[in-house]
């Protein structure tokens, strides 16, 4: 079965292992119509057919689509918005509307946001504190 989470360990693995001669054996038309089936008009990913949607999928799917410079308006359209409704009244964000915040959720959220150039709308200094308070990185 398909699924996010080996699709961008994958692609992640060919950039470390062969770099862009590796990257070019990929069929990018296959990958992108893989991730629009895996797309919600909520704006969310699912990690694979009828699978979870969360943050780590939204992720997942956008980095590989910016890797393999196949991002479009398609794959972005309301991710952003579904992150923000995942932003937590204490800064951090969740891997779905209304659940806690957890430290990996948060980095999936930022760096999704900074690929897709809408972390501006996240409350920046909530997500500093809160990552600085979980002890991870800020660069």
Known sequence: MPHLATTYAAVNSLITLGGQAA?????????????????????????????????????????????????????????GNYIISCQTYEGGIAGEPGSEAHGGYTFCGLATMILINEAHRLDLPAVIVTLNSNRLVVL
């Open 23 to 79: 990257l070019s054996s990929i069929n990018r038309d296959k990958v992108y119509a893989f991730l629009q089936r895996m797309k919600d008009p909520s704006g969310c990913f699912r990690m694979h057919e009828k699978g979870e949607l969360d943050v780590r999928a939204c992720y997942t799917a956008i980095s590989v689509a910016s890797i393999l410079n196949i991002l479009d308006y398609q794959l972005v359209e309301n991710v």
